[in-house]
């Protein structure tokens, strides 16, 4: 039973990253998501956003106004997600500056070591970026995760098709940093073991 219930986990678990349709016209009567089988599809996860399977248990959809609000939202934190399992590992096996505020490889003794002045220039870094796409945020309009001019070279020479590729890719990479967060902070936060530490 406990090995039939694991794999009906991992087997829905895994549709979450599978491509989406795009753009479908509106949402049949009682369709039934492609992540989560038994479940039906919330109204407003159309397959109109790259990713979108449907994957709403908790019903946060209904509750907002505006999904592209929420799909920034998603975006930024898979990004932060996405350099924060790249920072922790670096902490652990890359090399460091020189001194003894740099020479922790715990990432959470290192938020502490580095001192007070480091994180203030940090929260700072932060704040810019958001205001220089808030704009692009909050305008309604713009596709979200846009920030003009930093697309890459050679965005404009790629097909829709491409672009839309590379939108599902991305967001599916943020949710799997997401998750990768969690269970690295689990592992050394919680059990105080390295990343790389698969003993029991």
């Not at 709403?56 to 920034?72: C, E, H, K, N, V």
Request: proline share 6%; net charge negative; with cysteine.
């Amino acid at each position: 039973m406990m090995k039939t219930l694991c794999l009906a986990t991992i087997a829905a678990s895994a549709a979450a990253f599978a491509p989406s349709q795009v753009g479908r016209a509106s949402v049949a009567l009682n369709e039934m998501s492609k992540s989560i089988p038994f479940l039906t599809v919330p109204e407003k996860l159309d397959g109109s956003m790259p990713g979108d399977m449907g994957f709403d248990p908790m019903g946060l959809s209904d509750i907002q106004t505006d999904l592209r609000y929420a799909r920034w939202g998603e975006l930024k934190n898979g990004r932060v997600a996405m350099l924060a399992v790249l920072g922790m590992v670096w902490q652990e096996y890359g090399p460091h500056l020189p001194g003894d505020a740099y020479a922790t490889r715990d990432p959470w003794e290192a938020i502490s070591s580095v001192g007070f002045g480091s994180n203030v220039q940090t929260l700072l870094a932060i704040g810019c970026i958001e205001l220089a796409n808030w704009n692009e945020t909050f305008n309604g309009e713009s596709r979200p995760g846009t920030l003009p001019g930093w697309e890459g070279p050679g965005w404009d020479k790629k097909s829709e098709a491409e672009k839309e590729r590379l939108y599902t890719s991305e967001i599916v990479h943020c949710r799997l940093a997401m998750i990768a967060f969690i269970g690295a902070t689990h592992q050394t936060f919680l059990l105080h073991k390295g990343l790389l530490d698969f003993s029991f």
